[in-house]
């Protein structure tokens, strides 16, 4: 071969400066400037208003409407969140063989009419548990669909670099909906019931899926290796999840948390009315001035990233995340709604920051090929959690008592800092680079 043809033309090199160029541009470029994010952020950020109502108005909708009691209460919650411990792997895999956008629209679409049916129930006098518990456990099914897809979409829309402010992002919009969205929801419960303020919830969902069909970014056709079995898939996304310490430790302390948090929640959505006297609009605005905190977390913990070993900020975010939660049974009196809001102010606060800066290390770790089916694991595990607190949380509670079932889960939250402080996290120095 001669030495002029294994030289590079001029007109390649030329190709390769302007790419350069442009992989600059596009990592310095604001994502206020980013048009695709900025469709994707708009749209995530109505649904996640939408909800927040549902969040509260659903439940209230089984407690207010159909008097359920506790055990009920358990059961409605346990199937809002059991979708994530039967479908997630599954969509996980299926998540990485496809384009990630399609399927996002899909999902919200459903959703939007899944939430919808029930002000109709309503207004044709039909509303009953039955189909209560069904809509919210298919409702359950479409958001893991959504949440499985939206964090490996992500990498696709924005660069390596821009990764933590973009999440940093999506959770500042998380944590402004669970600021207005309960205050919103309390209001539309007490003026207009719970199941019509379901109504909005539907509606935030067409506004995210006209969002998602207007992003420009072509998203490339992963690649497919159908030799590969569905379980050689499926294995595959679990064997790098439970191998890596990081990941495994953050899927150990999410399913513990989860559990107690889901515990406590469900048990304070029925002791707060009945017990504290807590109205809608009261319970709103509890959950409201809490979420206050998500807000500030998720605003600063790009900056606190910048600023302190990311180790340490880990283990102290976490335990600002736990310990408050023993306030919640202590709240008696003119004064309960000040110390619950105190307690989920200085929680919501602490999962602000360890949500941008867990997903980021999440992303950051997992190869691109293998991130839906990493979080899909990880889900599992996380939300197996909740699905058996939301359960526990009515039986318990019906055996030893309403304040009582608060302490027993308060108190779990103490326990769910150990795989914190005996793992590798609190030796991290930085976000790694990507694999």
Known sequence: MSSKQSEPSTSTNITLQI???????????????????????????????????SLLALP???????????????????????????????FG????????????IV?????????????????????????????AFCVGIFTVLFDVCWQSFLPVVVSQARLIEANGKVATSSAAAEVGGPGLAGLLIQVFTAPIALFADS????????????????????????????????????????????????????AGWNFCFLLVETIFLIYAPRVLGFSPGLLGLVYAVGAIGGLLGAGIASSLARHFRLGWLLCGTFTLGTVPMLLIP?????LAPVICGAA???????????????????????????????????????????????????????????????WVGSIGFIITLLPIFFSPLPRLHTMPDKP
């Open 330 to 334: 202590l709240a008696t009196g003119p």
């Open 19 to 53: 790419e350069d160029e442009l992989s600059r541009q596009t990592i310095n470029r604001s994502l206020w400037r980013h048009g695709d994010f900025m469709k994707f952020w708009l749209g995530e950020t109505v649904s996640l208003f939408g909800t927040q109502v």
């Open 93 to 104: 895999v299926w998540v990485d063989r496809v384009q990630k956008r399609p399927l996002m």
């Open 107 to 135: 999902a919200n679409a459903a959703r939007a009419v899944l939430i919808g049916l029930l002000p109709c129930l309503a207004f044709w006098h039909e509303l009953a548990l039955p189909p209560l518990y069904g809509i």
């Open 203 to 254: 509606l935030s969902y067409v506004v995210s899926v006209v969002s998602l069909l207007l992003i420009r970014q072509k998203e490339a056709q992963p690649q497919r290796n159908d030799k590969k079995h569905l379980w050689h898939d499926i294995a595959e996304g679990l064997r790098f999840a439970s191998g890596n310490p990081s990941l495994r430790t953050l899927a150990v302390q999410a």
């Open 344 to 406: 989920l102010f200085l929680i919501r606060t602490a999962l602000g920051i360890w949500f941008v800066l867990t997903t980021t290390l999440r992303q950051s770790i997992t190869p691109p090929h293998l991130l839906g089916r990493v979080s899909a694991s990880l889900r599992l595990i996380a939300y197996s959690g909740s699905t058996i607190g939301a359960l526990v949380a009515g039986y318990l509670s019906s055996v030893i008592g309403l304040r009582a079932g608060l």
């Open 60 to 90: 209230l909708t089984a407690v207010l409407v159909l008097n359920v009691n506790a055990e009920q209460l358990g059961v409605l919650r346990f199937l809002e969140t059991f979708p994530y411990a039967l479908f997630p792997l599954l």
